[in-house]
């Protein structure tokens, strides 16, 4: 099942958890393939029962799957409980605001999302790139160009990167820049995964993070950051064809692109 994980195939993993579960084995890593194949079909209600009955992976990520679930069937007041049980535990704060940023602004609530990425609690969000860059387009769609603009200033400095420096550009421009970080709750799962791996893991276990980023990549194929991770990681693990193959998936047109 991990090597099915590792290697990106949701619905094989999930095939082999449900097969371990019918002769009587259930375990950490039967739960995230089979919870991770569900979220790959949409099927966004069966994950919430599935949790239900006693599907543990780590708490704090099955609370991020519950709540992105609850956002695909709709119920965002349900999911906002969920958000903000994970903004009350002490040093994961910035990850519930974070999350609930992005799922807000893909409803259209781009002066909550705002709202919440400006909160305090949320100054670790705006040390990393995507919560960098989900805080431009947010105050791009508030028509908030030059604030846009003294973030990217403040937080990166005058050496950029081609994505960074173009995002200046457009906010600098005033040309109104799309919310992209998370369109729906399947990618909004996919960003959860990648939070995850960026979270966890260590010198002693790459395995883990490379599980969670696999996983966001075959939600969202066109996550750059999470196929750039799985790159890193599997060449940390001396899986040097395999990095190939993952850096060569990020299509030639994006800045992080390795010519």
């Known amino acids: 099942i991990a090597a099915e994980l590792a290697m990106g195939d949701l619905k094989a993993a999930g095939d082999h958890a449900r097969a371990m579960e019918k002769a009587g084995h259930q375990s950490q890593i039967t739960n995230l393939a089979d919870l991770a194949d569900l979220a790959a079909k949409g099927d966004f209600q069966e994950i919430l029962i599935q949790q239900d009955k006693g599907r543990p992976i780590f708490p704090m990520l099955d609370l991020l799957i519950a709540a992105w679930a609850e956002v695909g069937i709709g119920k965002m007041s349900e999911a906002s409980v969920a958000f903000d049980k994970i903004i009350a535990q002490p040093g994961v704060a910035p990850m519930g605001l974070y999350h609930k940023a992005l799922a807000l602004a893909q409803t259209g609530d781009f002066e909550g999302a705002e709202a919440l990425l400006s909160d305090p609690r949320a100054a670790a969000v705006s040390g990393l ?131």
């Open 129 to 259: 790139r995507r919560g960098i860059v989900a805080q431009v387009e947010i105050l791009s769609q508030l028509e908030r160009g030059p604030e846009a603009v003294a973030l990217i200033d403040k937080r990166f400095g005058t050496i950029l990167d081609p994505g960074i420096e173009d995002l200046r550009r457009r906010a600098g421009a005033g040309e109104p820049i799309p919310f992209d970080l998370a369109h729906d709750a399947r990618e909004g799962l996919a960003e959860a995964f990648f939070t995850w791996a960026t979270a966890t893991g260590s010198e002693d276990d790459l395995l883990s993070p490379l599980l969670s980023a696999r996983i966001a990549t075959a939600l969202r194929p066109d996550h750059v950051e999470a196929q750039l991770l799985v790159a890193r990681l599997l060449d940390e693990m001396n899986q040097h064809d395999l990095a190939i193959a993952a850096f060569a998936a990020v299509p030639t047109s994006d800045p992080a692109a390795i010519s």
